[in-house]
């Protein structure tokens, strides 16, 4: 865990914040699987649209291509 927070201070640092969202989005369906609740649980599908959402606004601001 500590690898991951400190790669997540660095996309900070570097402004990276489409891999940071990714990030998130990636450990939170980690985190949801190995506590053996389901992705398409209401709550866990609303913070995971969320983040999905905040991808495509920043691919809207910043123009980028990623995916």
Request: with cysteine.
């Amino acid at each position: 865990m500590k690898k991951i927070d400190k790669r997540m201070e660095e996309l900070i640092q570097e402004h990276d914040l489409f891999l940071l969202i990714q990030i998130m989005k990636n450990e939170l369906e980690n985190k949801v699987i190995s506590s053996g609740f389901d992705l398409q649980n209401p709550e866990v599908l609303c913070i995971s649209q969320l983040l999905d959402r905040l991808i495509v606004e920043y691919m809207k601001k910043t123009g980028d291509p990623k995916d």
